[in-house]
């Protein structure tokens, strides 16, 4: 009889209501009801965790409840609405029970993982755990028992049926719903704890909800990655570890230099430059180039030699800025750097008084720091006293860019790839054209928008009238 009572909470809710009454008009009954315990360890209390709900999320905040403490919900019910850093999420209930305490009030912080709310479950979802363990008892005792008679006879073959044959957890609930439904348990993929299957992965499987809304639980991961040969060995594969370098040579320089960069104001300015004449013009200096010991004529020296001829009209560009007495220095030299691509890293060395050479002698000059570059033989002079940066990403690729401009230089430009494309020409006839853009950085505190688009118009005008050349 007291183990019907036990197991059965009705009984234990009349006892505990009405034995204090008969206790307290009888000592006999008082002396008897010393040795009678009533235990709440067979109501199922559920904490129900706040789940991870992606994205680095660790915490988030309690906008809004959508139950209360005494209120009997069932799966999928909403519970409440939280508010992350990123959006906001509405939380649903895993069980099918009574709310009995609230973890958090509304704007309080609720941490991934710790108990959001507790659940007094169902009879039927609180006897899940016992359901589950007295059919595996019962499976097991039951298998040992035909291992202990097959061990007199002679070994019997397994048929398919039996090969088939395995536990699915589910509780009564689920199970009965699975009834009704004529469905297959061990046909429903499962999300629950250990492989159990929940209510919603029946729902799922039926169609009544939509596919991926029951999240597997970490143990069901767990169990599959282990299963996986493929999974395992890519587990097991050794993960290269980090490695530190410290910074040296070129890297060194350019942590320094980018830094400095980087305090002053820059602002940017970008053209389209139409490099067809100019390919002309190039291929026939070619010949007169190698017969002056230049074996390859780029467009290097041509935009060199644009720019200075613009930085004689607009000196401002060729100037540097004094900070500490609130002054320009302006530069007689034309000393103009170009970024280099080299093993050691990208170097920027400079072809120095541009202003009293011709094309040729800065085409020399330039290969001549190019081949010294990529062996390693530039000197700090050939760094030194640069007054205006030009550089050629095109050569790697791509059109319009924003280059750094280098301290205590105040502007710098830099060249994308030229690309055919179609271009109207003075009859409004579509011609086939070759463009190539240009980025130019100037620095705000000295030079504003309309001199660095002027200094840009006049080199434009140079490169795409390169006859303009010969009177220079």
């Not at 660790?58 to 209120?71: A, I, N, P, S, Y």
């Not at 509304?106 to 009879?123: C, I, N, P, T, W």
């Not at 910074?247 to 067809?276: C, N, Q, W």
């Not at 010991?293 to 644009?306: E, Q, R």
Request: proline fraction near 5%.
């Amino acid at each position: 009889m007291s183990a019907h009572i036990l197991r059965n909470r009705n009984a234990v809710a009349l006892l505990k209501k009405y034995l204090p009454h008969q206790v307290n008009n009888s000592s006999v009954i008082k002396e008897q009801f010393r040795c009678f315990h009533l235990t709440p360890c067979l109501d199922k209390i559920v904490s129900f965790n706040l789940s991870d709900i992606g994205e680095g999320i660790r915490e988030v905040t309690v906008k809004e409840w959508f139950v209360k403490v005494g209120d009997t919900v069932e799966q999928f019910d909403n519970l409440c609405e939280v508010q992350s850093d990123k959006a906001s999420v509405t939380i649903t209930s895993r069980y099918d029970g009574k709310i009995t305490k609230l973890h958090y009030n509304v704007d309080d912080v609720a941490l991934v993982g710790k108990a959001l709310l507790d659940f007094e479950v169902d009879d039927e979802d609180g006897d899940d755990s016992d359901s589950s363990d007295s059919d595996d008892e019962t499976s097991k005792g039951k298998a040992a028992s035909d291992d202990k008679k097959s061990g007199d006879n002679k070994p019997v073959a397994a048929t398919d049926e039996e090969v088939n044959r395995h536990i699915t957890l589910a509780t009564p609930a689920v199970r009965r719903i699975a009834k009704e439904n004529k469905v297959d348990l061990s046909k429903v993929k499962a999300t629950g704890k250990n492989g159990r299957v929940l209510k919603g992965d029946v729902l799922e499987y039926l169609g009544m909800v939509p596919a991926g809304t029951n999240v597997p639980h970490p143990t069901i991961a767990a169990k599959n990655l282990q299963a996986t040969p493929e999974c395992a060995g890519k587990a097991a594969a050794p993960v290269p570890a980090d490695r530190v370098e410290p910074l040296k040579g070129v890297r060194k320089a350019m942590l320094k230099s980018m830094t400095e960069s980087l305090k002053i104001p820059h602002f940017a300015y970008s053209d389209e430059i139409d490099m067809t004449r100019l390919m002309e013009f190039r291929n026939q200096l070619k010949e007169v180039a190698k017969e002056n010991g230049v074996d390859k004529l780029t467009f290097m020296p041509f935009c060199i030699k644009a720019a200075s001829i613009a930085l004689s009209k607009y000196p401002i560009v060729n100037s540097s800025l004094d900070e500490p007495n609130e002054s320009i220095i302006y530069k007689g030299a034309h000393n103009i750097s170009v970024a280099i691509d080299t093993p050691q890293g990208l170097v920027v060395p400079n072809v120095k008084n541009v202003q009293n050479k011709n094309i040729i002698e800065i085409a020399k000059e330039l290969n001549d720091l190019v081949e010294r570059g990529r062996k390693g033989s530039l000197t700090p002079a050939d760094f030194a006293d640069g007054t205006f940066s030009l550089s050629n990403i095109g050569v790697v690729g791509g059109t319009y860019t924003h280059p750094c401009i280098m301290a205590p230089q105040v502007a710098i430009g830099a060249m994308g790839r030229t690309k055919a494309v179609p271009r109207f020409n003075e009859k409004d006839e579509v011609v086939k054209a070759y463009i190539m853009s240009v980025s130019w950085s100037a620095d705000h505190r000295v030079i504003d928008g309309v001199t660095m688009a002027s200094f840009s118009n006049v080199w434009k005008k140079y490169l795409e009238n390169p006859a303009l050349f010969l009177l220079n």
